[in-house]
């Protein structure tokens, strides 16, 4: 798992957040979840090696998104398999980005 870095913008609103890739049951499976100082209904967007990978949307301060293919598949999107996560960022809708975070040497 990696915790990911608020960027400037991230850090006006103490975003915070944490990302993690596992294998249960034959799956593979992501799961983000982001901390930030927003309104309950803003949504964000997750983005895995740059490609949009789903939204969400902020409830309590937090937000969570959890994906998961069989061993054999990719995930949606045209995204890889969850080994072949290298980067994640999290954004408003705006593009502006608030966290960001790599996996192994990206």
Same mark, same amino acid.
């Given at each position: 798992?990696?915790?990911?870095i608020?960027?400037p ?7 915070? /957040? ?7 049951s034959?799956?593979?499976?992501v799961r983000?979840a982001?901390?930030?100082?927003l309104?309950? /209904? ?12 789903? +939204? ?7 937000a969570?998104?959890?994906?998961g293919? +069989?061993?054999?598949g990719?995930l949606?999107?045209g995204?890889? =398999?969850? +080994? ?11 593009g502006? =980005?608030v ?8």
């Amino acid at each position: 798992s990696i915790d990911l870095i608020p960027t400037p913008s991230g850090r006006t609103i103490s975003a915070s /957040g944490k990302v993690e890739t596992y294998e249960d049951s034959g799956w593979q499976c992501v799961r983000l979840a982001v901390r930030a100082e927003l309104s309950d /209904g803003t949504p964000l967007t997750v983005l895995l090696n740059h490609e949009p990978a789903g +939204s969400i949307v902020v409830l309590g301060r937090e937000a969570e998104l959890a994906l998961g293919v +069989s061993e054999s598949g990719n995930l949606p999107y045209g995204l890889p =398999a969850v +080994s072949g996560i290298k980067t994640v960022m999290v954004a408003r809708l705006d593009g502006t =980005a608030v966290l960001t975070g790599a996996f192994g040497n990206a």
